[in-house]
Nanobody
Framework: QEQLVESGGGLVQAGGSLRLSCAAS????????KAWFRQAPGKEREFVAA????????HYADSVRGRFTISRDNAKNTVYLQMNNLKPEDTAIYYC???????????????????WGQGTQVTVSS
């Protein structure tokens, strides 16, 4: 079973940047759709960004579009989330998720993803 491990979280001031990484344990990762979700205290897990298997299709939540960029390196079995101009409301635990290849589709619901990482904390101070 595929395992996903996130890294790169931390504490940053508003306006700063962080890059999250998600490493997969299996080569089959290269054919999976990959996404980032986040969950703030007391709130439901929400979609952030997703990429289809070859990054030809990406999708972002309105709240992060223009500030965050999802990318992937299939040769390294790794997906990234570059986060710029961070805001205090971006504070959350960020989760990497993997799902079965759906061609050009990039689903935004949690039920479309079977594999999840343990999460990495991102805290943005004002």
């Amino acid at each position: 079973q595929e395992q996903l491990v996130e890294s790169g979280g931390g504490l940053v001031q508003a306006g700063g940047s962080l890059r999250l990484s998600c490493a997969a344990s299996e080569r089959t990762f290269s054919r999976y759709v990959k996404a980032w979700f986040r969950q703030a205290p007391g709130k439901e897990r929400e979609f952030v960004a997703a990429s289809n298997w070859d990054a030809a299709t990406t999708h972002y939540a309105d709240s992060v579009r223009g500030r965050f960029t999802i990318s992937r390196d299939n040769a390294k079995n790794t997906v990234y989330l570059q986060m710029n101009n961070l805001k205090p409301e971006d504070t959350a635990i960020y989760y990497c998720a993997g799902g079965v290849n759906q061609g050009m589709l990039v689903p935004t619901g949690t039920t479309s993803y079977a594999y999840w990482g343990q999460g990495t904390q991102v805290t943005v101070s004002s």
